[in-house]
């Protein structure tokens, strides 16, 4: 494991080791746009583990994308290494796991003694572009829309404010983890330091239980410089956000069952090992 291979897997070209803002924006940047968020483990026969080296081999050097745990625990390996002070936190999320345990995983990190939020593991509409200000109360903008932390008695949210879509294709228009909405609470959270093996029944439960989204659904999703593309079961889309003003394009189409590998390649740079079985069940979410 080292930096200069993963800085050439999100092909950051001069890496200042500088533990600023500036470096941790960048690399934020460049991880979500290098690094699908996918589960397509799952739906290969293959286990999903919090072992951090693992977990590098694939993202890295297989590159291969991940979920929230695999994202968020490499790219905190990468702020630790360059010299962040790096705090992992768990969220619940909205109508996605049972309302006993946190099942996100995502990242504080102490700039210049200021707290920011980063998370490069959550994909689609709700995956911010940039390390969030810790501060209650403050509207902050991004290309995919306003983001906005508020603090209740010890409790985060995190919500988005997003954009009117526009979607040409009428018949894709209430795809569950493609419906944009214009506003959303992405999860919320506590400060309370967490630790990888906290995770362990979230890994767990997501991978094997029949009631989990990620046992239901194959997803690839990857950001881009003007929106993000995105593969659930055979139903693939690319999102341009603002082209048109207040207003988001998603582009939907069916992918052949025999060309999804060939769209995974082309479009996410993944390449599977094993035999992918594509799955897109209806499921609360």
């Given amino acids: 494991m080292n930096l200069t291979e993963y800085f050439a897997r999100i092909g950051y070209k001069e890496p200042n080791h500088k533990a600023d803002l500036k470096t941790l924006t ?17 739906h290969c026969g293959e286990k999903i583990t919090l072992d951090l080296e693992t977990i590098y081999n694939k993202l890295v050097r297989n590159k291969r994308g991940g979920w929230c745990c695999e994202n968020n625990l490499l790219f905190s390996w990468v702020l630790k290494e360059i010299g962040y002070d790096v705090t992992y936190l768990g969220a619940k999320v909205p109508g996605l796991q049972p309302n006993c345990f946190e099942s996100h995983l995502f990242i504080k990190v102490l700039v210049d003694g200021k707290p920011y ?6 994909g689609i509409f709700w995956q911010i572009w940039q390390p969030l200000e810790l501060i209650s109360g403050k509207d902050q903008p991004q290309l995919p ?7 209740d008695k010890g409790v985060w949210n995190l919500q988005k404010t997003g954009r009117r879509s526009d979607v040409p294709n009428e018949s894709f228009g209430v795809s569950s983890l493609l419906a944009n909405s214009l506003f959303k609470k992405v999860y919320s959270f506590t400060l309370v330091p967490r630790q990888i093996k ?11 239980s029949p009631e989990s989204l990620f046992t239901n659904k194959s997803v690839c999703s990857l950001q881009a410089a003007t929106g993000f593309r995105a593969l659930i079961g055979w139903t693939y889309c690319e999102v341009t ?4 003003e207040g207003v988001d394009l998603i582009d939907v189409s069916t992918v052949p069952d025999e060309e999804v590998e060939k769209v ?7 390449v599977l090992e094993n035999k992918l079985v594509s799955v897109n069940n209806k499921i609360h979410h």
């Fill in 145 to 151: 829309g306003v983001f906005r932390l508020d603090e």
């Fill in 198 to 208: 906290d995770f362990t029944e979230t890994c767990t439960f997501f991978q094997t």
């Fill in 241 to 244: 956000y603002n082209y048109q």
């Fill in 117 to 122: 939020i980063a998370d490069v593991g959550y």
């Fill in 264 to 270: 995974l390649e082309e479009k996410f740079g993944v």
């Fill in 26 to 42: 960048e690399l934020h940047e460049h991880h979500i746009r290098s690094i699908p968020f996918e589960n397509l483990s799952i």
